[in-house]
């Protein structure tokens, strides 16, 4: 009686040319690959029409065991739309400007061996995502996952004024100058939106924020109680007035959420302050805002163009993960 082959298993390398070193990655997991007895792995750069959902698709079909992605925050969004609930898992290999998700994982930055590794072993780990049903003025729809953040208002529009060449140069700093290029001209709107329960809400606001997690850059702590395991999505209204209201909304984001909280003093100070009026949170499955005319949408850090209704929810344990070995999942 002859002794069947054991079954080789492959990996698919998705990644973004402009973003990363091609070569030099490409190599990595092609000799990983090998050292760990798996096959030649398959390569799929992303292009200008495609920003991944159609090379994810590829390597799918292909029937690969397991996907990773390198590029910016926008690869990394466009590949797990695609993969979301197929059950193949995916690595993050950190790389471009923000990696905004693999900061909130907690994964490694500095070098991608530890995570190629990391596709190539056995832990794996589901997260949930998030999508959001844009309705344009015409009506048209379109549904979209994000993984960390959907914005409709000043977010957007910060994002739309980050210069490119900025973000290459000094990463993301670069958006301090979108900020500063969108802010002199900011205009509150008018939105009516609900969380979970159908109550409706309506607010003069600068931003709508859907977070699915909560960790920025620097950070810098947007939804310091955020978990992307809880199934549920964080929505925070950014509604300032006045200077004094913008002072409060950075002393909310940056030194309440992302310093004080830190500590058992500092949690004191903050119950004993009360709530703040710019910045308003809730939490929920899914949420739904509508303004009276378009306002500029992003999805992780990219332009969606112009909304006048964005419907958000949490797609629980849609992505599953590969994680090095050991992992500390439970602070997910």
């Known amino acids: 009686m002859t002794t069947p082959a054991p079954v080789r298993r492959q990996a698919a390398l998705v990644y ?10 490409r190599e990595a997991v092609r000799d990983l690959s090998r050292e760990a007895g798996w096959e030649h792995p398959a390569f799929y750069p992303t292009t200008v029409e495609d920003a991944g959902q159609q090379a994810t ?3 799918l079909e292909r029937g690969v065991d397991v996907v990773l992605v390198a590029g910016g925050d926008g690869t990394v969004r466009a590949v797990s739309e695609a993969i979301a609930n197929t059950g193949v898992p995916l690595a993050i290999l950190p790389s471009g400007t923000g ?5 909130n994982l907690g994964l490694p930055l500095a070098d991608p ?6 596709a190539l072993g056995d832990f794996r780990h589901a997260i949930d995502i998030g999508w959001a049903r844009l309705t344009r003025a ?20 910060m994002i739309a004024n980050t210069r490119s060449n900025l973000k290459k140069s000094v ?40 977070a699915n997690c909560g960790t920025l850059p620097a ?14 999505l964080d929505i925070a209204v950014i509604k300032p007035t006045g200077v004094l209201g913008w002072f409060a909304v950075w002393r909310k984001i940056w030194w309440d959420n992302s310093v004080l909280r830190r500590f058992r003093a500092g949690r004191r100070v903050l119950e004993r302050r009360g709530k703040n009026a710019s910045v308003h949170y809730f939490h929920g499955a899914a949420a739904e805002a509508a303004v009276p005319g378009p306002i500029p949408i992003e999805l992780d850090g990219d332009e969606f163009g112009e909304a006048v209704r964005i419907t ?12 090095p070995s050991g992992h500390p999942v439970h602070m997910l």
């Open 16 to 25: 973004n040319p402009i973003k990363v070193d091609g070569k030099h990655l």
């Open 57 to 59: 698709a590829q390597a």
């Open 99 to 103: 990696n905004l998700l693999a900061r």
């Open 113 to 118: 061996t530890e995570m190629i590794r990391a």
């Open 138 to 157: 015409d009506g048209e729809e379109q549904e979209h996952a994000f993984v960390v953040l959907a914005g409709m208002g000043l977010d957007a529009d």
């Open 171 to 210: 990463g993301w700093i670069a958006y301090v100058d979108g900020a500063a290029r969108s802010l002199p001209r900011a205009k509150p709107f008018r939105a009516v939106y609900q969380v979970d329960d159908g109550r409706l809400h309506s607010h003069r606001a600068y931003s709508l924020l859907f």
């Open 219 to 232: 950070g810098i702590a947007l939804i310091p109680d955020g978990s992307i395991t809880d199934a549920s």
């Open 312 to 323: 958000c929810w949490a797609d629980p344990g849609a992505l599953l993960l590969a994680l």
